[in-house]
């Protein structure tokens, strides 16, 4: 057991990246680096290593350089890519002269061999521990065993050829841009050079069957000044006039307009965040035009004021009244629930649709006993009759929760016409001949 | 005003009530309903416990018991109750009810509505609203007569505006409006429950469980005038209650047995049959003339059977005895009934009653309100052909194995219930981890922090106390391992009947108490290994060995003296019942001389026996007789003697669950009800509360009667401990013949004993390394399993010598199969050449091979583990295609390579217990011997040299950890290359070093050396530390943490490494 381990679940995506950026630093030494996934890189030194005086200089620069940024490393130079491998995993520092493979890695465990884990395990099994042991077989001996690939691996490693490293190569991403050799200024050249690319976009989106969830314009200005612009859809979108009109009311609702000083040289779109999504046909069903009408409006106006602004309801699995749902920015969709509607469409609703913010108390003189409704209450100062009256629907409490009494909700409708939804806090039983009553919503 | 609740659903329709039926019904009782109707989910599970609550009320004022079922359709009909009016009806539903259940898998019961329309006659139905009441109408229109609507009042917020519909609809459909309450529960208090086994079924936390939740606590046991409160607008509903309740008839008293006719031949009565059979039997038993004391005997047990009308279960028992006797299947049968002359007659039991006296007038003075018992034990490998002739003989629909009501134990509980409060399997598999074994009481505050968990942890506490009230919830029903229950009728008339796990095999409802409360008679055909186990050696036996025939079997003399000699040395590993670390403890104490002394030995070392103190005076009065006294009432009470006659043969000292049970009948005067009420009390364990008023009866009477108050007291401990796991001396008796016969097998035939042991697994408390160890102790040689020379079994062969060797099979290999074992054995002719030859003669897959290789069993080809490896990988890919017959297969030339580097001998040892769980080479700890004398470390062997009160630190592999009964020591033994050492842990310090003791695999004990008189050696532990991780030393890599194993037996002293299969 160690004392105070800390555990940290493996994030693959992160350490990817990591590895890429360290590889993106390491351009520095050499132009050739390639990845060695998962957490090796491999540099091809050859020419570049007089340049840091001498191969073993070069080698603790790097190593030295690496370990500055909190990283442990270990590293190895040899002539081909396979041993250069095996002598950074199992001989930190080694440097193999030229043609000398075979004699620095003979002492190497056979797991330098990096061979598939099963011929490793039948090795070691055989009591083969190192490579030199592997080497003094014959190799008809091992080839019947592991089969001719492994004898061929056996003698590149220890060999002086092999292959040329494969050169990293850049994600691809969805970004259209302009560059204009006189900056632009005035409003209708921007318009059309925006109008431009987001054609271009549509059309890479198009290609790859993507629609992009966040929209971003970059402004770059003669002068350095960058200006960033972000729309986020609720739904997957590649229509280039729909993300034309999201800029449009992004824009306008600048609290600080668009100022091109001397002019924009480059405009660039830029599609972040993207998803996959079915060509879109057009449709027949009302109802599904209309749904991607209330989609569009949703991302227009959270465009215009925000996107937490625009909010939707989102039902949630609970008997609790005031937790029955919860408000969510209307174009996030991680959020998921299901209103349930077991009753037929005549009968009066059960709930208001809106409850008040808290519940506030009122006043009740006079009501039946044991669990009959109010005859007459007070509420924020006026006094209401009740005509009429449907209950009580009795709700216990979450009882894991904190304790609490449980309420008797009833449907009320006063003399004026007006419907309530009230409850009592506590059964006659629990609160004795005085419970407090509280007005929770209103019907429309 | 009065009600009658209709509508109730109890824990038996599993995890959806939260009350069991006895809660339901006393509360019926107490709240004065006219009737409660027990309606579980397509189930009449719960039914009988209802029943025997029912009859056990004591006010007036009964309230009516009507046995229903809430029938749930699968085709969207709104459940509906079904109650029988009269005896035929409820045939009906259980024909129905089986209907459902064989369509389904097991556990549930797939029904629609025109099943119910098919089986509805004489049912009366009560039709649940549905959401919507307006769906209820075609349903209604279309049953026809007999059929009610419900309504219930559940403060849903429209309950009055749902009424006005219902009526409506009940007026249309010209069926009467019913009132129900549609009870989960008996108190509103128990809502939180009902949330906690919702959440269960549903697989949620609390907090995630939302709507699926109720929304309040209504459903529970309502009184008649609040009922009528809520109808008040409805007041004719609850007058249809009882008018409902009227029209029933059927009370489960009306189910009787009516046994099968099949035994006996026509033209003759059982009775005449029975006796015809037993004298026959008889003439066969006593060659030389039977005994005018066991003719007597035999003549008083006939006119007794006869009597009670019990013949045809004798016989039925005979019939099944016989059968297995024709096939050569070993078999002996125990329980209250068979230690008779009869059985004796009849071979289904092999205890001379010249030997040992009958114990059948137990049966007959006691145990009048009971359905006789005859357990029968089989060879545990040959029972299913006994199962399936039972099938045949009586058909699926007349025979069934009883039900095993699956409740929840500390484990699952805390499991189950800390998964609701949203603990992580860890915690709670931590917390559960801390009980022992399955039987126990809650979980304490200091097994919460062995569980490395804070006891005032919130939701820890919560889910502890949930778990608490959880234990004794029934959670499903399972199969009981081989109670039958055989009718003359159909049996689906009596009791639904539904699909076991395994295909063909059927169970019915109810458990074994059920059936005794309603007293239908069933057979126990049992498993036992130890029969097979004793088969298999007295085949080895007459193959190798020249030895009588006549003399080997169950019915031996059990008078050899040295036999005894071997079991007074607690030389004992492999004997049956007396090989557990506790038994072999009292043997060198008890020194069994003869065979009533077995009797004793399997009986004393139980928790009665223990817990009543009865050991030590029993073991004091056996070496000085003349402490032997008879405890006695007052002379103004009763005559001095009257526990003479119970306590004679056991000194003095009741040592048997029956005599316990006389005790409180001749010494404290229980009436045969209240005799029996104990015993079902002590048998129940969630019954705990129950007790406490048996208790004071028991020692009052007694002290009254002018008893000493301790004996009352010792007494009454005992009965508490006897528990479900008590002995009669039926059992003890059947059971110590197989002790004595195993023993002498051992004694006489120990390479024989060792192999048949190693070919009956699993069995026994031991692994096979501790068996071979014993059978080597014993003078045998044993031979490592090899491709060259083993058959999938252990055999014996003769070595050079011409000594009787054991020869280990090829089972004890890890992962090998017996196809490709049997393979080996068929193709092996004369022999086969090399490897080469084998493997081309065997087409073994390659992976086989592998496994053989690894497993070190190519030497008989001069491979060792490592060549043989080696060769194997040189062996072409398996091939599926019949195209490229093995046959035709080019022939690899053979090959000369350099020896490969020698395998130290430390990890050949490893290997070994890697891949056949023992080694021939050595033991483990040998080579960490050097490490562990520099840490001042004694060897197993060196602990006995030692004097009395010596301080020792001893470290070994541990062998077997035991915890007898509710004993409060805890056994473990350790070995090591020089022997075993057996370590005593007090509850006390176990309670300290649970962790070390449940997870070391290699644990070092410090403590003080103990030496009895007799010279049982013990390390009396005081501090415990796991060393495993020495282990690690062999095989320079890491080991992978223990599986949980069930059985000791199990456990592996080195799990599998990573390296190998």
Known sequence: MIQNLKIVPVDEKADRDLLERIADWCDRFTPLVALDQPQGLLLDITGVAHLFGGEEKMLSFVRARIAVQGLAVQGAIAGTCLAARALARHADGVIAPPGENARVLAPLPVAALDYSEDVMRALRRAGLKTIAQVEARGRAELASRFGASFVTRLDVMLGAEEKPLAPRRALPDFRAEQRFAEPVVTKEVIAASLHALAASLSGMLEREGQGLRLLEAFFFRADGKVDRISVKTGTPLRNADVMLRLLDERLDALADPLDPGFGFDVIRLEASVTEKNQTITASLDDDENSRWQIAFLVDRLAARFGEHRVQRFVAQDTHIPEAQSIAVPAQDRDFEGTWIRRRKESDPPLRPLRLLEKPEEISVPVSGVPEGAPVRFRWRRAQFDVARVEGPERIAMEWWKKEKPTRDYFRVETRDGQRFWLYRDGLYRETGLHPRWYMQGIFA | ?1061
Request: net charge positive; hydrophobic share 40%; with cysteine.
């Open chain 2, 1 to 1061: 005003m009065t009600y009658a609740e209709l509508a109730v659903t109890t824990n038996f329709s599993f995890l959806r009530g939260a009350s069991h039926p006895w809660e339901l019904v006393e509360r019926a009782a107490e709240l004065g309903l006219a009737a409660i109707g027990i309606a579980d989910r397509n189930s009449l599970a719960g039914v009988v416990r209802a029943h025997e609550a029912w009859k056990k009320l004591k006010t007036n004022e009964l309230p009516k018991l009507l046995i229903g079922a809430r029938l749930v359709f699968r085709d969207g009909t709104p459940d509906i109750l079904a109650y029988p009016k009269d005896r035929k009806a409820y045939a009906r539903l259980c024909r129905l009810l089986s209907i459902g259940k064989l369509r389904a898998p097991k556990g549930e019961c797939l029904l629609d509505l025109a099943d119910l329309k098919k089986y509805s006659r004489g049912l009366l139905l009560i039709v649940m609203p549905p959401a919507n009441p307006e769906d209820a109408k075609p349903i209604l229109a279309s049953l026809g007569a007999g059929v009610w609507l419900a309504a219930s009042m559940l403060y849903t917020g429209e309950d009055r505006r749902h009424l006005k519909r219902l009526k409506q609809v009940a007026r249309e459909a010209r069926v009467p409006l019913i009132a129900v309450n549609d009870v989960l529960y008996h108190d509103p208090t128990e809502r939180d429950l009902q949330d906690v086994v919702t959440c269960i079924r549903e697989h949620v936390t609390l907090r995630e469980a939302g709507k699926r939740l109720e929304a309040n606590a209504e459903r529970h046991l309502k009184a008649p005038g609040e009922m009528a409160r809520l109808f008040r607008a409805c007041p004719e509903a609850i007058g249809e209650t009882l008018r409902f309740a009227q029209a029933i008839h059927f009370t489960l008293s009306e189910l009787g047995q009516r046994y099968p006719r099949e035994p006996v031949p026509r033209g003759k009565t059982p009775d005449g049959h029975l006796r015809d059979l037993t004298e026959d039997g008889l003439t066969r038993r006593y060659p030389d003339g039977v005994p005018a004391k066991v003719k007597e005997l035999a003549e008083k047990e006939l006119r007794f059977i006869a009597n009670r009308k019990i013949a045809h279960y004798f016989l039925t028992v005979h019939d099944i005895v016989a059968f297995a006797r024709s096939r050569g299947i070993l078999c002996q049968g125990r329980g209250s009934a068979a230690n008779s002359v009869v059985c004796y007659a009849l071979h289904v039991t092999s205890v001379d009653p010249m030997e040992i006296d009958v114990l059948f007038e137990r049966f007959l003075s006691t145990e009048r309100t009971e359905p006789p018992d005859i357990d029968v034990d089989f060879e545990h490998e040959r029972r299913e052909e006994v199962i399936q002739y039972v099938y045949q003989r009586y058909g699926h629909r007349r025979a069934a194995l009883t039900a095993t009501v699956i409740r929840y134990r500390p484990r699952s509980a805390i499991r189950e219930a800390g998964k609701v409060f949203g603990l992580s399997e860890d915690v709670t598999g931590k917390l559960a981890s801390t009980v022992w074994g399955h039987y126990g009481e809650g979980l304490s505050d200091d097994q919460i922090r062995q569980g490395e968990q804070d006891p005032h942890n919130r939701l820890v506490k919560r889910a502890v106390m949930f778990a608490d009230r959880l234990i004794g919830f029934p959670r499903h029903l399972s199969q009981h391992v081989g109670g039958f229950v055989l009718t003359r009728d159909k049996l689906d008339w009596t009791v639904p009947i539904g699909p076991a796990a395994m295909e063909d095999r059927y169970f019915i409802e109810w458990d074994k108490d059920d059936l005794d409360t309603l007293k239908i008679m069933k057979v126990d055909v049992l498993a036992l290994g130890m029969l097979t186990c004793i088969r298999k050696a007295f085949a080895l036996i007459r193959a190798h060995e020249n030895v009588k025939d006549e003399s080997l079997t169950l019915a031996m003399k059990p008078t050899d003296p040295s036999v005894y000699d071997m079991l007074c040395n607690a030389d004992a590993v492999g004997v049956f019942q007396v090989e557990s670390r506790a038994q072999m403890n009292m043997l060198p104490r008890l020194r069994p001389r003869e065979f009533y002394d077995l009797v004793v030995e399997v009986a004393i070392v139980r928790p009665g026996p223990i817990q009543g103190g009865m050991v030590h005076p029993y073991l004091k009065r056996r070496a000085n007789p003349s402490l032997i006294k008879f405890p006695s009432p007052h002379p103004d009470h009763g005559p001095p003697d009257e526990l003479y006659e119970l306590l004679k043969k056991t000194k003095g000292v009741p040592l048997f669950q029956e005599q316990a049970m006389r005790l409180a009948i001749v010494a404290a005067q229980f009436s045969p009800d209240e005799a029996n009420g104990l015993r079902r009390a002590m048998a129940t364990f969630r019954h705990v509360g129950t007790i406490g008023t048996f208790q004071e009866k028991f020692i009052g009477r007694m002290i009254a009667r002018g008893y000493e108050k301790e004996f009352a007291q010792a007494c009454f401990e005992q009965i508490k401990g006897f528990g479900s796991y008590g002995f009669p001396e039926s059992h003890a008796a059947s059971f110590a013949l197989l002790v004595y016969v195993s023993a002498w097998i051992k004694k006489h035939h120990p390479a024989a004993f060792a192999a048949a042991l190693l070919n009956s697994q699993p069995m026994g408390f031991y692994a096979p390394a501790e068996i071979v160890r014993c059978a080597r102790d014993h003078q045998v040689k044993v031979l490592a399993p090899d491709a060259a020379y083993s058959h999938w079994d252990s055999t014996l062969e003769r070595d050079a010598e011409g000594k009787l060797c054991l020869r280990l099979g090829l089972r004890q290999i890890d992962g090998f199969g017996d196809a490709d074992a049997q393979t080996i054995m068929d193709n092996r002719g004369f022999g086969y050449r090399d490897f080469a030859d084998f493997a081309r003669r065997t087409g073994l897959p390659k992976r086989a091979l592998v496994i053989l290789a690894e497993a070190d069993a190519l030497r008989g080809f001069g491979l060792d583990r490592r060549e043989g490896l080696w060769a194997v990988r040189r062996l072409p890919d398996d091939r599926p295609l019949p195209l490229f017959d093995r046959i035709s297969a080019p022939d690899q030339g053979p090959e000369h390579i350099a020896p490969l580097p020698q395998l130290p001998l430390g990890e050949h040892v490893l290997a070994d217990y890697q891949t056949i769980r023992l080694s021939l080479k050595g033991y483990p700890t040998q080579f960490l011997r050097s490490c562990l004398d520099e840490d001042g470390i004694a060897s197993c062997q060196s602990v006995g040299t030692l004097t009395d009160g010596a301080f020792v630190r001893c470290a070994g592999i541990v062998l077997v950890r035991q915890r007898p009964g509710e004993g409060t020591a805890i056994f473990i033994t350790l070995s090591d290359e020089t022997g075993i050492c057996n370590v005593v842990v007090w509850a006390r310090t176990f309670d300290r070093f649970r962790k070390e003791v449940m997870g070391a695999r290699l644990l070092l004990v410090e403590g003080r050396v103990q030496k009895s008189p007799e010279g049982v050696v013990h390390l009396m532990a005081e501090r415990m530390i796991d060393r495993s991780s020495d282990l690690r030393l062999l095989s320079g890599d890491a080991l992978p943490p223990a599986a949980p194993a069930h059985h000791p037996r199990d456990v592996r002293v080195l799990p599998p490494s990573r390296d190998f299969h």
